[in-house]
């Protein structure tokens, strides 16, 4: 398997564009995980599905974040419109069951946002 | 709430042991983990035990679990350059219903030559 994929791996952009990262899980795994990371707040959980349902958002930071999952292969994450302090790597992760065992990363979107 | 803490930084001269601690809240956690992000790439899950388990030992890395003092640590033998990465401790617990990692801030293992 091809691991977790994530793309773009790098975006630029303005402040106030759209911004859509893409991730494509591990086939068969349940879970899908949506992280951020920066050197200020290390690692943080946005979002996270099981079965594509979304279980629990509460690490999302405001409403100009979305994630979706419309099939067991594909999940974005939009932020709409986008801010600088929102400028971090951004990771998608999968995990084969619905219990939060062993999660495999992607390589990461590294988002800049200027 | 539920928090996980480790120490941001430790330096080690190569071919050292080099020992990673992390402190956890919750008594209830069930599994703790340890992951290596090596530069530029995501993270990566090293080893586990599960919270019955007092140790666990995997080749160069050996895992201590003080369950009592919610207390972890991560042991690398004969530390390599390649070693050099970011530690994320974390603990799996159950929150209403579903399980979550709670994460560590990351501990930064530098290696000295």
């Known amino acids: 398997d091809a691991g977790v994929i994530q793309s773009p791996r790098h975006e630029v952009t303005e402040m106030g564009q759209e911004v859509t990262l893409r991730c494509k899980p591990i086939?068969?795994?349940?879970?899908l995980f949506w992280y951020r990371q920066t050197m200020m707040r290390g690692l943080e959980l946005l979002i996270y599905?099981?079965?594509?349902?979304?279980?629990?958002d509460s690490g999302m930071p405001e409403d100009r974040f979305s994630a979706k999952m419309p099939n067991a292969s594909f999940s974005t994450l939009k932020i709409q419109p986008s801010e600088p302090r929102d400028s971090a790597v951004y990771f998608c992760?999968?995990?084969?069951?619905?219990?939060?065992?062993?999660?495999?990363f992607g390589p990461g979107t590294r988002l800049t946002v200027l | 709430g539920e928090d996980v803490e480790q120490s941001l930084f430790l330096s080690v001269r190569e071919g050292d042991s080099s020992v990673i601690n992390c402190t956890y809240t919750?008594?209830?956690?069930?599994?703790l983990y340890w992951y290596k992000q090596e530069p530029g790439a995501g993270l990566q899950l090293l080893t586990y035990?599960?919270?019955n388990m007092d140790m666990k030992q995997d080749q160069r890395l050996t895992v201590l679990l003080n369950k009592k003092d919610k207390h972890l640590s991560l042991r690398i033998a004969d530390t390599q350059t390649g070693d050099s990465a970011i530690y994320f401790c974390a603990s799996k617990i159950e929150l209403g219903g579903n399980y979550q990692l709670i994460w560590g801030a990351g501990t930064k293992l530098i290696i000295k030559p």
């Open positions: 992760a999968s995990s084969p069951t619905r219990n939060a065992d062993t999660q495999y």
């Open positions: 919750d008594s209830s956690s069930t599994y």
């Open positions: 035990i599960f919270s």
């Open positions: 086939s068969g795994h349940n879970s």
């Open positions: 599905f099981n079965n594509n349902v979304p279980i629990d």
